[in-house]
């Protein structure tokens, strides 16, 4: 106890304060992480081609986004990480498919064919 506070204990924290607790570098590569994947979420659904400088803010605002989101798995143990990842998955497989198509496309529009 300090000055007269009752501590928390461990096992009532997220598993991210208990993890950060145990080392305390967890934290910070959770950031990072979250960081990452909301970029790649971002880059896979809604990505489009910008100029330089509207470019910077757009990264700028989806890290000052992504320390909320950090922030939500850190406190209150939403499974912010989680959710990213799997939306990273299904937008890559939904890019994966979409090229296939489109390059299906093409190959029948040489040929002279049409897709159905």
């Known amino acids: 106890m300090r000055n007269g506070e009752e501590m928390v204990p461990v096992e009532n924290l997220s598993w991210l304060m208990q993890a950060t607790y145990e080392q305390p570098w967890i934290g910070f590569v959770a950031f990072i992480a979250t960081t990452l994947l909301t970029v790649l979420v971002f880059n896979l659904g809604f990505a489009r081609k910008l100029p330089v400088l509207k470019m910077i803010v757009v990264y700028v605002m989806l890290i000052i986004g992504s320390f909320g989101l950090w922030f939500l798995e850190f406190v209150f143990g939403a499974p912010i990480m989680a959710v990213l990842a799997i939306s990273a998955l299904v937008l890559g ?18 040929n002279g064919g049409s897709v159905g």
């Open 93 to 110: 497989i939904y890019r994966f498919r979409l090229f296939m198509h489109r390059k299906e496309k093409a190959r029948s529009e040489e």
